[in-house]
């Protein structure tokens, strides 16, 4: 194992030309922050990764803080904060505000991408007013404990990322930069962390200062060593873990550096998919509609939010979905679900009140008796009046056509259909969009290989 | 309503001939069996409606009980007892040995329906030796406290009947004779049985002597004036109970003669069920076989049951029923279910272990990795190892020609399946069966029309 990771370790240690680059560029950002130090009390750190050496080559990322006294007010730090930064980045190629909690710049300099984040300076992590204050203590921590395993860091980010499990981001659940770090430290190692992931079960806890305070239902919990009330790994979800366990299992058993690369992108065919598709005996929907022009971060929690929506939609009205999953092409989205059918009986049962319950049953008998379109009798079924009424929608076609916009969609998505309408798809109509990403999508989509 | 009752009574009482002649016949052979009063310390009695004046004119119904000590042995009792029997019903037209608790006479004489069963002569109720046992002393009970109110049982009988739940047995879950007397005897008449049945509920209680001993979860619970521990209810399914709180509900808000008389037929063609059928957009399938040689009593419980196994084994493998009901022809029994659909996709998902579980992960992967004919890809949902198999059965039929004789059917059923084998048959297979009676089968089945 070790005489793997003595081939993988190059290609992902930053050389000594790389290091001096990002120092440079971090030396100049903090200089510029520091100018600002008298007029508004302010000092500038390197967090992160750059900061914390744990980076990997090819990684052109810089995370600056800027920290404001503990006792300036919030809309200082939020105004004043932004002005720095803009001065910071004054000289960058591209420009962003972006938000967390509050307000901070993302740039782009020599191809770096660089953040210049207004914060608090807080002494006590029990004090802290904004989730962001944390990370300078993040740092701290890191940068004290880690001591020579950030090759191990580097390692165990390159196999999170090959297997797609890295980011703590909504889209991925994975594991974050900062949990990856604290695994090592309280492990020791990558491969005492790979080894120990085969005893992890759901709820298994890691408190390296042993002072939680609270109990978290999550599938890990890492309490934070600088904030004993939270779970560092609160986003991981519980398959990605079960997903590192099982990756860590298979690669203790038959150790390779397969594990340290993403796979080579499978190309598929039109027809390859056809024939999976006919295997199969499924049918398949798609919906389809403009990209609105927000950014990622705010895109795939919509994405993520619309996907439940709609399954929640199509399983409410007896559509049984076997698979979904959405892409974004271009400036184009499409949400796919595969589905057991995609035509269901006029037929529907509807229950109605207790026959015990007298003036409910009343009500009932009166509104349903021999109306027109009813499909049965009134009949009593574990003591309830039923009777069977014809489907709204016996398609998922005329489902979307009325009841998308209404499912629960997010802000931003509601906003573009309504702009610009939505489209269904058909199993042919998606066979025949001729995009080599699409393709690998449904073949995904159909196969559940796991997108990596 | 009092008019209606005067209108009804003439035709449900039995007029003096009618008594006369049962009278002599029960004479007669109660004679019979007092003739080996001596020989065995034996006494006959006349129980049921027939003793209690509770009989619906028209009915030839004579129950006879043969009292044995209660210190007789029971296998004495059987078999002297079925040696009376026979001797009592020498000169009857047709003998049919039967079984309870334990065997007993039934046989036809001059279109009287006879039941000769022996029982034990028990002082106390507490110490029953066998079910029948209980049978003289509800009729004792009911002989003392039914006063003047015959006519209203007799008017309740015909209402249960009219709406198809009188009876106790398996097959119609309705209420039994004795408990209608108990509810008449409760209640005073059967106009204030119908409007306390306005007030039922699920574990309504009554107890005429105030000496229940056991908490009964039934629909509707009656105790047994004679004995303490028993729900004379116990039969009465929770539908059935709802079923006449409905009636009763519709017939005080309307009271007519109608709800005396069971509905007339209606004559239903092959068209009307056919477009009734394309209506609903469902689908068919039936299993027909032969009818095995038994009585009625021992048949509709297998057919019970087989309706629950098939509909169990249905759903398992992911069909979902509408509605489902069985019908004897002469010689023949379908067995039909409403379904959504006859066709499922090929692809299954078959769950496997929790990833964490070292061992079973193992097994599961050795058995499924690259297993031909797999559908998918292994992969994690909730935790689990999961993957998309071949469905082994797309179709009802061939779902039926591989479980049905292992669904868990009843002994006679099976037996005659093994033996003779079954059909299934398709929608139109079944539309093309020119029997009136299973035109209107097939048509109260697609409406839910309640059997009555």
């Not at 000594?16 to 302010?42: G, H, P, T």
């Not at 065919?269 to 950014?295: A, D």
């Not at 929640?312 to 499409?334: E, Q």
């Not at 027109?372 to 069977?388: A, H």
């Amino acid at each position: 194992m070790q005489e793997i990771f003595k081939r993988i370790l190059p290609g992902i240690t930053p050389i000594e030309k790389e290091r001096r680059e990002l120092k440079i560029i971090a030396d100049l950002l903090l200089e510029r922050i520091n100018s600002f130090a008298k007029q508004f009390q302010v000092k500038g750190v390197l967090v992160g990764s750059a900061a914390r050496d744990t980076w990997i080559s090819g990684e052109h990322d810089i995370d600056l803080f800027i920290l404001f006294p503990e006792t300036a007010n919030r809309k200082t730090l939020e105004t004043t904060g932004l002005d720095i930064a803009r001065k910071v980045l004054f000289d960058a190629d591209k420009i962003e505000e972006r938000y967390a909690e509050h307000p901070y710049l993302h740039g782009m300099m020599n191809s770096y991408k660089i953040d210049v984040v207004p914060c608090f300076n807080i002494k006590d992590t029990k004090n802290i007013k904004s989730a962001v204050d944390r990370t300078p203590h993040h740092n701290n921590f890191v940068k004290k404990y880690i001591k020579t395993c950030e090759k191990d860091v580097r390692l165990a980010k390159q196999f999170l990322k090959a297997a797609g499990i890295y980011g703590s981001e909504l889209r991925t659940h994975g594991f974050s930069g900062y949990l990856t770090e604290l695994l090592i430290i309280h492990y020791g190692s990558f491969e005492a962390l790979l080894k120990a992931s085969l005893r992890w079960k759901p709820c298994t806890t890691i408190d390296i200062k042993k002072h939680a305070t609270h109990k978290h239902g999550d599938p890990l919990v890492v309490i934070d060593p600088t904030d004993p009330k939270r779970n560092v790994a609160a986003a991981l979800s519980l398959d990605n873990m079960c997903r590192f366990i099982d990756i860590a299992r298979n690669f203790l058993k038959n150790p390779c550096t397969e594990y340290f690369s993403k796979p080579a992108r499978k190309l598929v065919y039109q027809e390859e998919i056809e024939q999976l598709f006919h295997r199969r005996g499924t049918e398949l929907i798609g919906i389809t509609f403009h990209k609105p022009c927000i950014v990622e971060d705010t895109l795939y929690p919509q994405l993520e939010k619309m996907r439940n929506a709609v399954e929640k939609l199509l399983t409410r009205h007896d559509f049984r979905i076997i698979n979904s999953n959405y892409i974004v092409l271009n400036a184009d989205i499409y949400l796919i679900f595969e589905l057991f059918e995609t035509k269901l009986p006029m037929v529907k049962k509807h229950i109605g009140p207790p026959v015990w319950l007298k003036d409910n049953a009343e009500k009932f008998k009166a509104k349903y008796h021999k109306k027109s379109g009813n499909l049965s009798y009134i009949y009593i079924k574990d003591g309830k009046y039923t009777l069977n009424i014809q489907r709204v929608y016996t398609t998922p076609t005329s489902l979307f056509q009325s009841e998308l916009l209404t499912c629960g969609l997010g802000k931003h998505i509601t906003q573009i259909i309504k702009q610009d309408g939505f489209s269904t798809l058909s199993d042919h109509e998606l066979f025949a969009i001729e995009h080599p990403e699409f393709r690998t999508f449904l073949y995904h989509l159909l196969t559940h290989k796991q997108d990596s």
